[in-house]
């Protein structure tokens, strides 16, 4: 009954009409700037910050959450029309997706994205009404060395998804991890492999990295042999419908991705980038269709985008109820909150009870306007590809010129970008997939530091991974999936029968 009049309060405080044109404007501007390369939802939320000043908490935080999780969707938009992630999470989207779009498939990918997004959000939700005490207690059982074993999995997953194979993947992570390395290092103070260049010292950006490699490069790849469109056929909506049997064949996708974000979502630090890697790393070994995966399975789109959002929505669990940010764009949440007088932590939900479960079901709201607003626009997205390649790709490049730009107004960033892009160019050409050093690149730095941490509190003990439960566990699942690439899919009881 508590349960019930909780969610009473939450829909009596999000329901309003004031609180509704918010939350759309939101999901709106979101999914608008999630499609630009380079910007993302940490661009989209600091934009829209100030705006938040002047509104009651409840719709500044309703608002600023439908930016978050609606760049979230948007940033798989261009994933798979143009294999230019919008996010790092969305960089898994593009293995199956950017295929299906080549396949004259692009309006199936961006359909089954929607269904899946809005599945994976709703699934996160349930999880946060249902599970958010018990998650946010189990979330603060996680010391460092957990944390590192969480790190540790992550990378396995991104060399597993490597299409490529394992052992190219293990190497794409590896100079993943050594360029995070780039850069002032936390600990000491000394600068670390800036090669005599000052503007490496805050280290390489994100974006100029993910932008280099799936952007630049793929303007490179397709503008050296490709003259045609990918969507020449006339656009009607049943060609957005996936087949019976890619509806059947998605629904145990779609529910594994979301336990998996579900998951990774309560976990400061992780997210969606490693709920997305890893959701999809288990997908493709237990799939009877795993061995295809990477030639435009709808399998690898549902997988990443459920497990995305359903991150996307618990990640508010440990943000609210242990005022610890996930991430970056969670930290900017925080922000918004304490410039209203409201301190984040396990009193919130019982001293603002109608700001935390209106946010809840002001979710449901927002993922309901995003399918509602998305589906009838899958025409409009995939007249994208019709537009002609001269246009296209000068387009292309500018706008992630522009968006580097826009990050910290560095001629350099964009000069960098350019340099992974004809790096990412290289690799392709030796069958390197790009997809593994992105999260290398993102979990290195992490996992550095809270290896660091650990051995600080165990006094240089390397025996503390092994003795804490959680730590030994994540561990042995890592080395367990690792093993299991070289395990041949014919000796698989469940891939027998594809």
């Known amino acids: 009954m508590e349960l019930l009049s909780n969610l009473a309060l939450g829909f009596a405080t999000a329901a309003t009409v004031y609180n509704l044109t918010y939350c759309f404007v939101g999901v709106f501007l979101g999914t608008f700037i999630g499609v630009l390369p380079g910007v993302g939802p940490l661009a989209a939320v600091a934009m829209l910050l100030p705006v938040s000043f002047y509104l009651p908490p409840e719709t500044a935080l309703v608002m600023l959450a439908g930016v978050y999780y609606g760049a979230e969707y948007g940033g798989s938009i261009a994933s798979i029309l143009l294999n230019i992630p919008g996010t790092p999470s969305a960089s898994v989207t593009c293995l199956d997706g950017y295929p299906m779009a080549r396949d004259g498939r692009a309006g199936v990918a961006l359909f089954s994205t929607a269904i899946a997004s809005f599945f994976g959000a709703i699934f996160g939700v349930v999880v946060m009404v249902l599970l958010s005490p018990a998650l946010a207690e189990f979330a603060l059982l996680f010391g460092p060395a957990e944390y590192f074993a969480v790190m540790v999995l992550g990378l396995v997953a991104a060399s597993v998804v490597s299409t490529s194979g394992a052992l190219r993947g293990v190497m794409m992570v590896c100079l993943g991890i050594l360029l995070g390395t780039v850069g002032v290092d936390i600990n000491s103070g000394e600068t670390r492999f800036v090669v005599g260049m000052p503007e490496l010292r805050d280290g390489v950006s994100l974006v ?194 522009v968006g580097v730009y826009s990050i910290d107004n560095s001629i350099f960033d964009i000069w960098m970008t350019l340099a992974f892009g004809v790096l990412g160019y290289v690799l392709r050409l030796f069958r390197f997939e790009p997809a593994p050093l992105l999260i290398g690149f993102v979990l290195g730095p992490m996992m550095e530091e809270f290896f660091r941490r650990a051995m600080l509190l165990s006094r240089g003990d390397p025996t503390v991974f092994l003795e804490r439960p959680g730590s030994a566990a994540l561990l042995g699942i890592a080395l367990v999936l690792l093993l299991a690439t070289g395990i041949p899919r014919r000796f698989l009881p469940w891939a027998r029968s594809a």
């Not at 049943?238 to 529910?255: H, M, Q």
């Not at 709808?298 to 508010?316: D, H, K, L, M, Y």
């Not at 919130?348 to 589906?375: K, R, T």
Request: a positive charge; proline letters at 7%; hydrophobic letters at 50%.
């Open 208 to 401: 100029v990295v993910a932008m280099g490699l799936f952007g630049i490069s793929e303007v490179m790849v397709s503008a050296r042999g490709a003259t045609r469109s990918y969507a020449t056929e006339r656009i009607s909506m049943s060609k957005f419908l996936p087949t019976r049997a890619e509806w059947l064949r998605s629904v145990g996708p779609a529910i594994r991705g979301s336990a998996v974000g579900s998951f990774f979502g309560t976990l400061p630090g992780t997210g969606q980038t490693v709920a997305s890697f890893v959701g999809y790393a288990l997908e493709k070994r237990i799939s009877p269709r795993g061995d295809k995966f990477g030639t435009g399975q709808i399998e690898g789109v549902v997988v990443p985008e459920a497990a995305n959002n359903a991150a996307a929505q618990t990640a508010f669990i440990p943000t609210l109820t242990l005022g610890i940010p996930g991430s970056t764009t969670m930290a900017l949440m925080l922000g918004a909150l304490m410039i209203h007088g409201i301190t984040p932590g396990p009193r919130l939900i019982s001293e603002h009870p109608e700001l935390f479960w209106g946010l809840i079901v002001s979710f449901l709201f927002g993922n309901l306007f995003l399918l509602i607003l998305n589906i009838p626009l899958i025409g409009l997205w995939v007249r994208l590809l019709r537009v002609p390649h001269y246009y296209l790709y000068p387009t292309v490049v500018v706008l992630i010129c």
